[in-house]
C-alpha cells in the first residue's frame, strides 16, 4: 500500500489563546504516538502512512482535543497521494534541509 501525506490543521474555537495551544498540544501528542513519520510545522501538522491509518489518527487527533475540552473545532486537511508511489515527506523537503 502506498503512502500518502496528510497536512492537518485544527483549530480550537471558543477559547483562549493559551487553552486552544493546550488542546492543540493533546492532538499532536496522539500523532507523537501512531509511530508514523509525522512533522510539526507552524500552522499544520504533516503526516505520512497508509491512507487508512493517516485518516484514523486524524480522527483519533480531533478526539484528543474533544476529551481534553474542546467543544468546536475548525478541522483543515490537505491530503497528496499518487496511484503508483508512495508519498514521501524527505523527498519534498530534503533540498531545505
Known amino acids: 500500500m502506498n503512502n500518502i501525506n496528510l497536512a492537518l490543521q485544527i483549530l480550537p474555537t471558543g477559547k ?12 499532536i501528542k496522539i500523532i507523537q504516538d501512531s509511530g508514523l513519520r509525522y512533522e510539526v510545522c507552524p500552522f499544520e501538522t504533516v503526516i505520512e ?7 484514523k489518527l486524524a480522527e483519533a487527533a480531533q478526539q484528543a ?33
Do not use: H, N, W
Request: with cysteine; aromatic share 10%.
Open 16 to 27: 483562549s489563546k493559551v487553552e486552544a495551544y493546550s488542546l492543540v498540544d493533546e492532538a
Open 49 to 55: 502512512g497508509p491512507y487508512e491509518q493517516v485518516m
Open 65 to 97: 482535543c474533544f476529551d481534553a475540552g474542546a467543544t468546536d473545532l475548525l478541522v483543515y486537511m490537505k491530503l497528496q497521494r499518487s496511484k503508483d508511489k508512495s508519498v514521501i515527506i524527505e523527498d519534498k523537503m530534503a533540498k531545505y534541509r
